[in-house]
Nanobody, 126 residues
Framework: QVHLVESGGGLVQAGGSLRLSCTAS????????MYWFRQAPGKEREGVSS????????YYADSVKGRFTISRDNAKNTLYLQMNSLKPEDTAMYYC???????????????????WGKGTLVTISP
């Protein structure tokens, strides 16, 4: 059974940093491109960032470009999202997602993803 378990969320002040982690089990991790999506209350789900199987290709939404860094450690079956210069508008539930589909490196589509974690809550105070 596949599990994606996010951690690292919390409450921080604007301008602060958080590092999200996602540990995967039950799958061959480096068979999967990995994604971070987020959803704020009352808003649509947003594809924040993605990374191909070996970390050689990444994508960032314009809203986080220059502030967030995605990375992965295939030896540890773990995905990361380093979030710096956080803003109140970054407040959302953040989800770790895996997909074996072809990685195009463009804006992620939440449809067709294979596995989703349950999410970790990030709250940024003004």
């Amino acid at each position: 059974q596949v599990h994606l378990v996010e951690s690292g969320g919390g409450l921080v002040q604007a301008g602060g940093s958080l590092r999200l982690s996602c540990t995967a089990s039950g799958l061959i991790f480096d068979d999967y491109a990995m994604y971070w999506f987020r959803q704020a209350p009352g808003k649509e789900r947003e594809g924040v960032s993605s990374i191909n199987w070996n970390g050689g290709s990444t994508y960032y939404a314009d809203s986080v470009k220059g502030r967030f860094t995605i990375s992965r450690d295939n030896a540890k079956n773990t995905l990361y999202l380093q979030m710096n210069s956080l803003k109140p508008e970054d407040t959302a539930m953040y989800y770790c997602v895996g997909s074996r589909a072809y990685y195009h490196g463009g804006h992620p589509d939440s449809n067709g993803m294979d596995y989703w974690g349950k999410g970790t809550l990030v709250t940024i105070s003004p």
